[in-house]
C-alpha cells in the first residue's frame, strides 16, 4: 500500500471514530455490566451494592453481576477497574476508603482522580457519637467538659487505623481539644467495640444507625450528636455536631459508583440518570434505610467534588495523627 492510501485509511478511520464510539453508546448497555465491590459478601457496602445492582438490572435490562474482590482497604477491585476498558462494562462500587487508602498505603497503582470518572455517590452512613449510660454527660458540651475535668478518665474505641470511625473519633478530639484528655482505642470491628462500650471497658464510641438504634431502644447507650448535615428523621432528637458547637467532624461513611477514567460521557450520563431515578424509588429507599444508608444521588462534579474535598482533608488529618504509609 503506498503512502498516499496510507493516509486516506487513517483519515477515514478518523472520521469514522465518532460514529463508532455514537453506534456504542447508543446501544448501551449491550451485555452484562460487572460492578466490583471492594469489600466482602454480607457487609453493609455489600448490601447497598446489591440493592443498587438488582434494580439497575431491571431499569437497564441488562444483567448486572456483583464481583466481591475485597482486600488492601479496597486496592485490589480499585486497580482492576482503574486498569479496565473505558466502556462502562466495568464499574467500581466504591467506598469511604477510597480517598483514606492513598495515605495509608504507598505506591498505588492507580490515582483516585485521574483514573476514574465519578458517577453519582449512591448513599452515606451519618455517624453518631455515643457514650455508655453511665457517663454523666447528656450533651457534647458536658462530655468536653466532663473529660476536661477528668483527664484519661473516658477512652473512646474505635475500628482500625485509618477507617471512618477513627478519623470521627480523632477529628472530634482535635476540634474540641481533648487530644490529652480522651484517650483512643482500636478494636478489631465495630461489634467488638460496640460490646466494649456495653460493657463499660469504653466510654465513647462513633457508629452507625443500624448499629446503635438496638441498643438504644433498649437504654443501653445514650446519642450525643451526629455527622450529617441536618437532623435525621429516624432520631429528630439528636443534634448535629453544628447544632452541638463543634466543627470539622462532617465524617461519613459512604458508597458510590466510579468507571474507568476516559469512559465516554454519554455512556457516564445514562448510568447516572438510571442511578438518580432509582435512587428516587420508595422501595431502593426502603431497603437502603434498613441498612442505615441514606440516598444521595449527587451528579458527576459533585462527586468528584466530594473525593477531592476529602482527599485534601485526610491528607492533612492522617499524617497529623501520625499514621504512615505501609
Known sequence: MNAGRHAAVAMAALLLAPEA???QTDTYPAKPIRLLVPSPPGGSNDGVARILAAALNQSLGRPIIVDNRSGGGGIIASEIVARARADGYTLLFAYAAFTTTPFLHANLAYDVLKDFAPISEIANQPLFIIVHPGVPANTVAELIALSKSKPGGLTAGFTQMGSSTHLATELFKLNTGTVKTILSVSYKGGAAAQVALLAGEIQIAFATATALLPQLKGGKIKVLATSAAQRLHYLPQVPTFAEAGVSGVDVSPWQGILAPAGTPPPIVNVLHAEVIKLLKRPDVRDRLALLG?????????????????????FGKTIPALGIKPQ
Open 293 to 313: 444508608a441514606d440516598p444521595a444521588g449527587s451528579s458527576p462534579p459533585e462527586f468528584r467534588a466530594k473525593l477531592e474535598r476529602e482527599l485534601k482533608l
Open 21 to 23: 464510539a455514537g453506534a
